[in-house]
């Protein structure tokens, strides 16, 4: 009996470390595959498959080369890549991340789009290899060049909305400009359909941003507070107004414009007589109407930034819609980087300049101690320019401030735009 005994734990023995054994080296095989990114924001069902096994996502969790990452319905994830490309899937998407590796000339990022959306903001790997990013999807191949991008893959069709690109991007071999939708069908996918953007490609792009979950705290319980980059926004002198200088405390909200009367004198109107008036031989000029500024982003405590800004005003009012302000950049000595997409905004014009806040969207700042969150709604951008007087094609030197979910100004830097009446 006690043989028989034996020989029955020495098997169910051997069963349990061959399994262990197994397990291991499926570890092992996991293991080897390299951390390229982080998940920065999410919201909804999303998991990764690595391997055989199905992963829960969850905000700042790491993603590896090879996972592929699937979002339920609702679902969205927005994941920075280790080169600070920013990548988000939206609901009903599947993508394997293929390929990745940031070294110089040599760079390069492969991923395979099965079903879904995802907006890229391209980072380091366009910068030395525009050639180097490739998207597949079942009847296209996508390379982008340094981009704000969406691609839409469907069972019938592919569709690249270019947004923002000096270099455009390639769609099974045919340039997309910015401003440019390139579509492809599965029936005749040589042939690329081009068409311009319209307001419904904005609000895709705007239905990608993904809300701050209001999860503030550093990853191993130090206090939130980012390390000091000695950045000083007069550091940019070229690109601000008349004297080049800000307020000791570099706070650029200190400048703010005045509000305005809330309810101003009207003018009197004049009561008729029965003798028609003499006419006046000036006829009046046009009602002023709305002018754009958009410019690109500059210096900040992130080193350089990578990035756009842009608004709408009304000239007669002052009113300002549709504000945003998008980048990324990264302080190599300091540790930090930061990636912010801020769409909404509003704010008022007058002669004493602008400022703009409430903007809706997300980002986040990575430092030494780990990841903070940022408030869209309290960061601001705000200028000098009377934009109300200015000329078409003025000038607009801007400062914006990002604030986190607890009031800390975790990022700051500046931009130069012009106004386009």
Excluded: H
């Excluded at 679902?75 to 940031?102: H, M, R, W, Y």
């Excluded at 099965?114 to 990013?133: C, K, Q, W």
């Excluded at 000595?333 to 809706?360: C, D, E, H, K, Q």
Aim: aromatic share 6%; net charge negative.
């Amino acid at each position: 009996m006690r043989s028989l005994w034996n020989k029955r734990l020495i098997f169910f023995l051997t069963l349990i470390f061959s399994l262990m054994f197994v397990l291991s080296l499926a570890s092992l095989s996991y293991a080897a595959e390299p951390k390229i990114g982080i998940v920065i924001a999410m919201t909804g069902s999303v998991s990764v498959t690595r391997g055989s096994v199905s992963i829960e996502l969850a905000e700042k969790s790491e993603v590896f080369l090879s996972d592929t990452l699937v979002t339920g319905n609702p679902g969205k994830v927005q994941i920075l890549l280790d080169d600070d490309t920013s990548i988000t899937f939206g609901p009903n998407t599947t993508c394997e991340l293929n390929e990745f590796a940031n070294e110089g000339k040599n760079s390069r990022f492969g991923a395979s789009l099965g079903l879904g959306v995802m907006r890229v903001i391209t980072g380091a790997i366009t910068e030395s290899n525009p050639d180097g990013f490739k998207i597949r999807t079942p009847i296209s191949t996508v390379g982008i060049r340094g981009t704000d991008a969406t691609i839409t893959s469907t069972p019938d069709t592919t569709t690249v909305s270019v947004a923002t690109s000096n270099q455009g991007v390639v769609l099974n071999g045919t340039t997309i400009q910015q401003g440019q939708n390139g579509t492809v069908a599965s029936n005749n996918p040589n042939t690329v359909e081009i068409t311009n953007r319209t307001e419904t490609d904005d609000d895709l792009n705007d239905s990608l941003l993904i809300p701050p979950s209001g999860d503030n705290a550093w990853s191993d319980g130090e206090e939130n507070e980012l390390p000091n980059n000695d950045f000083n926004l007069a550091d940019a002198g070229e690109i601000l107004p008349n004297d080049n200088t800000l307020p000791e405390n570099n706070d650029i909200t200190d400048y703010s414009p005045p509000k305005l009367p809330d309810n101003p004198t009207p003018t009197p109107t004049p009561t008729p007589t029965p003798t028609p008036p003499t006419p006046d031989p000036t006829p009046p000029g046009p009602t002023p109407g709305t002018a754009s500024v958009s410019g690109n982003l500059g210096a900040s405590s992130f080193g350089q930034s990578f990035g756009n800004f842009g608004f709408s005003v009304d000239l007669q009012s002052g009113a300002i819609t549709e504000g945003s302000l998008n980048g990324r950049g990264a302080n190599v000595g300091a540790g930090t980087t930061g990636v912010f997409t801020f769409t909404g905004g509003t704010g008022n014009a007058n002669a004493s300049g602008f400022l703009i806040s409430g903007f809706n969207g997300s980002g986040v700042v990575i430092g030494p101690g780990g990841m903070v969150t940022l408030d869209p709604n309290a960061s601001n951008m705000s200028g000098r320019p009377d934009l109300l007087t200015l000329p078409n094609g003025g000038a607009v030197p801007i400062g914006f401030e990002l604030i986190d979910n607890a009031g800390i100004v975790a990022g700051s830097g500046v931009g130069n735009g012009s106004l386009t009446k």
